[in-house]
């Protein structure tokens, strides 16, 4: 992390999202939110990002709701369509499988099945992430799956500065939007400015978060952090690395991405999802296709073995990759 951002006050995501909630529902009374205890009387939701925001904005704007995640996925659809721009929060990323014929065959095709002329300008906050033995139920990262589907559009931060951002586009977006939030990294304090209310992060738009020149590092969510580390000790190593921190999962940056990886010839992906059929594959798929023959290695993925997420803490440990196996797998592929 450069010298400029390490003297910056140290900030945490929730923060950042707490602002960003509150800046947006003072510009914009289109806006409502819907979900599990998120009006003060049920404590301003499980992370406590929407404390206070009831109070000040009313009930009529911030709706806790029953255990339904269909109930809050199908009101919040019939609430675009009549003009509002919801941000509904699914507790968890596993519990989007409840909704998920809301999410996919409504929210999704709506636009299309209309020929264009209804749009459902949604968002879906979800949290999830290993890393407190909440078990198989709990952890997911299914990214993948909305990724795969036309109509819908995947974001993840990994700094306060880009959850501010990423949240305040997608917002503004007149299509779905899945916004999923890491546990592990919501509480860590980061050497990150709070931005004021005209920050915006464009959907699509990657950030280059470390230049470099030997290999090219691509990750997201919790696993950017992780990525960030390992670029360091890489660095101490000899090894420079060029970390990219997609932000946007679908649309990805292709430009960004092929550039780096034109201009090191090698290439890791690294996420906290199953490695199989991931968003790692995918990416991948692309740099062979674009640039045959001119990288030095075969692109590297690493990714979350194919399973259920452990309760085990040593295999929960196990389970994905971290910093250590991120900098195993640079200094391979530098040699």
């Not at 065959?105 to 459902?120: I, Y």
């Not at 198989?136 to 990724?147: N, S, V």
């Not at 004021?196 to 959907?203: E, G, Q, W």
Request: charged share 20%.
């Amino acid at each position: 992390m450069s010298a400029e951002k390490a003297a910056k006050p140290k900030v945490s995501i929730i923060a950042a999202i707490s602002k960003a909630y509150q800046d947006i529902f003072a510009e914009d009374p289109k806006v409502i939110t819907l979900g599990e205890d998120l009006a003060d009387p049920e404590g301003g939701g499980i992370a406590k990002i929407t404390k206070g925001l009831s109070t000040s904005f009313g009930d009529d704007r911030v709706r806790s709701t029953p255990i339904s995640e269909q109930a809050i996925m199908g009101a919040a659809i019939g609430a675009s369509l009549a003009g509002y721009k919801p941000i509904a929060e699914i507790m968890l990323m596993n519990f989007t499988t409840v909704a998920m014929d809301m999410i996919v065959n409504h929210a999704a095709k709506l636009r299309f099945m209309s020929g264009g002329q209804t749009s459902v300008p949604i968002v879906i906050r979800t949290m999830t992430g290993l890393g407190y033995g909440s078990g198989g139920q709990h952890c997911d990262y299914l990214e993948t799956w909305f990724a795969h589907t036309a109509g819908i559009k995947v974001c993840a931060a990994s700094t306060p500065e880009d959850a501010y951002g990423l949240l305040r586009s997608a917002v503004e977006d007149p299509d779905p939007v899945i916004f999923i939030e890491n546990l592990p990294t919501y509480h860590a304090p980061m050497a990150f400015e709070l931005p004021d209310s005209s920050h915006r992060v464009p959907l699509g738009k990657a950030a280059i978060q470390r230049e470099g020149s030997d290999v090219t590092l691509i990750a997201y969510a919790r696993m950017a952090v992780e990525a960030r580390a390992a670029a360091v000790q890489a660095a101490e190593q000899g090894v420079s690395v060029e970390v990219i921190d997609l932000r946007t999962i679908a649309p990805w940056d292709r430009e960004t991405v092929l550039a780096s990886a034109r201009k090191t010839g090698r290439v890791l992906i690294a996420h906290e999802a199953v490695k199989e059929h991931g968003v790692g594959a995918e990416i991948a798929a692309v740099i062979n296709e674009e640039l045959f023959g001119a990288l030095k290695k075969p692109v590297k993925r690493l990714g979350g073995a194919f399973s259920a997420v452990p309760y085990s803490k040593p295999l929960e440990t196990a389970y994905a990759p971290d910093a250590a196996r991120i900098l195993a797998a640079i200094i391979e592929l530098a040699k």
